[in-house]
């Protein structure tokens, strides 16, 4: 067994966590919607046609936030097809997945569905193939109380009361080839800054985010962030970031490293952000959305048939060592929550998905949602920077120490909440944490997730082949508290005032 040490102090702080850390994403893709979230023949159908026990799933994981309707898919979408009479609505092939929109679900179906989850609608307008008026068209359509075109055709809509939806998205991955309409960095800021305007016209109280690079490999990433801030700088609040990871090359070691990439990367887009506000003389501080954020490569080039939907596509199956990655990924943003204020695990639902279901049957969740679970329900507080003393192993030239740990304090309730990753593939970690500039605490709940196949995964046969553990292994003398965490397991430890 390997030995790790951990500093912490209720003085050392780095941000109060936004809740919105912890929001989720719905594009019109594959059976993400249709047989998805939506299915109005199911046995647990609602009225509106919405699965109940996939609302039972979202409903569990507390999400936030809820980014719609794209994605890749906004860059072609006329939202207008998506309102008013659903037999009224146009069938239109989506460019985008290669697949037919039959439209059956938009804009006021998804924030019905939204409610019911108990979370908000974020937004994403179409700046591909559409532009400025009628993204402003759509605000007007959902946050303008009455009296316009666009409010009344709202309310005849069966919708009195404005949707007030606070988050918008200007476009998505905007840079990227596969993107319909793409646009260099001076078309798309232009157009994003324009857009910006007539929506903040429109309504004064939105926030919007403009889309950064659609991940750090692109050739134009950080020249794109500055020259599209340079253009929307004073109009928007938050600049999205992006990024997958996979293992394709089978190297569990370098795959876990990942997370440390993850940061790295926030850093720079924060740094450029920040180059900015410094050439314009500004003390605005613009913030990020991690709007897309998961593991994701064995269905990356996925398409196939054309011009049906809904059709079974990117349904990634995770496994064990994903879920660590993805525990991992969720401490790297909990540990710069003084930057990071929006985050959406993409996808929900049966795309890139911690929940699936199966077509008139049963719903499974897979190993990824157990950290994703442990993390939106207990990463209240604020975080607290922890400083480690960990052994380390190289990876590429880089150490990359075995434990990974964000530690969030809850003054109020009086909790500490530990999440923290074992990477090491062979050995447990003793983990110490001195917890002396606290007041006296008990451990409340510790749990691991592990399993000896790193590869092992749930499936609609075998649903809870990986699911959590409770470990015994956690000991608290006065003020020193000790776990051990399993070889390569992910661990929630949450401990409460006496
Ligand atoms: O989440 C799947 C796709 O990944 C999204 O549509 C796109 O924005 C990203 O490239």
Redesign the pocket.
């Known amino acids: 067994m390997a030995i790790t040490k951990v500093n912490i102090s209720p003085f050392f702080t780095i941000s109060k966590v936004d809740k919105r850390l912890f929001g989720g994403?719905i594009?019109h893709?594959g059976r993400a919607v249709y047989e998805g979230i939506y299915e109005p023949d199911h046995p647990k159908a609602d009225k509106n046609g919405f699965r109940q026990d996939v609302i039972n799933l979202v409903k569990k994981l507390k999400i936030p936030l809820i980014r719609y309707p794209?994605?890749?898919?906004?860059s072609g979408y006329n939202w207008e097809d998506g309102i008013g009479a659903p037999a009224n609505r146009p069938v239109r092939l989506d460019l985008?997945?290669k697949a037919l929109e039959t439209n059956l679900i938009g804009t006021n179906e998804f924030v019905d569905w939204c409610r019911s989850v108990n979370c908000e609608p974020m937004l994403a307008v179409n700046l591909g193939t559409r532009g400025p008026d009628n993204a402003k068209n759509l605000v007007e359509y959902c946050n303008y109380t009455k009296g316009t075109y666009w409010s009344e055709l709202r309310r005849k809509h069966g919708y009195l009361d404005p949707h007030n939806i606070k988050l918008w998205c200007l476009g998505?991955?905007m840079d990227?080839p596969?993107?319909i309409h793409a646009k260099t960095a001076s078309e798309y800021g232009r157009i994003a800054c324009e857009a910006a305007k007539m929506m903040k016209w429109v309504d004064p109280n939105i926030e919007l985010i403009v889309c950064g690079s659609?991940?750090r490999g692109m050739s134009t990433f950080a020249s794109w962030e500055a020259e599209v801030l340079e253009h929307t700088f004073d109009h928007v609040e938050y600049l999205s970031i992006?990024t997958?990871y996979g293992n394709p090359e089978n190297d569990t070691a370098a795959f876990l490293a990942k997370s440390d990439e993850m940061n790295i990367f926030i850093k720079e887009v924060s740094s450029v952000c920040d180059y900015v506000a410094a050439k314009k003389r500004s003390d605005k501080r613009i913030m990020l959305s991690f709007d897309?954020w998961?593991v994701?490569y064995r269905t990356r080039d996925e398409q196939k048939k054309n011009w049906v939907t809904p059709k079974p596509i990117?349904e990634e199956v995770y496994n064990m060592e994903d879920a660590l990655l993805v525990g991992s990924m969720l401490i790297t943003l909990l540990n710069n929550a003084d930057r990071v204020k929006i985050a959406c695990i993409?996808?929900l639902v049966n795309?890139?998905a911690p929940i699936m279901t199966e077509k008139g049957g049963k719903t499974w969740v897979q190993s990824i949602f157990y950290p994703f679970l442990h993390i939106s329900t207990h990463g209240k507080g604020v975080v607290l920077t922890s400083v480690i003393d960990s052994p380390a192993y190289d990876c590429q030239g880089k150490s990359i120490p075995y434990l990974t740990i964000a530690c969030v304090y809850d003054a109020d309730k009086g909790e500490l909440k530990l999440f923290a990753v074992n990477r090491h593939l062979k050995k447990s970690l003793e983990m110490i944490i001195d917890l002396s500039s606290f007041d006296s605490f008990k451990i409340f709940e510790c749990i691991s997730i592990n399993h000896p196949d790193l590869k092992a995964v749930n499936s609609l046969k075998n649903p809870n082949n990986i699911k959590p553990k409770k470990n015994e292994k956690a000991h608290l003398n006065k003020k020193l508290i000790c776990v051990e965490l399993p070889i390569a397991s992910w661990n929630m430890i949450r401990l409460v005032k006496k």
Do not use: D, P
Request: charged share 10%.
């Open positions: 994403f594009e893709i794209g994605g890749n898919f906004v985008a997945w998505n991955e990227g596969w993107q659609s991940h992006h997958y897309e998961n994701w990117l993409a996808q795309v890139l």
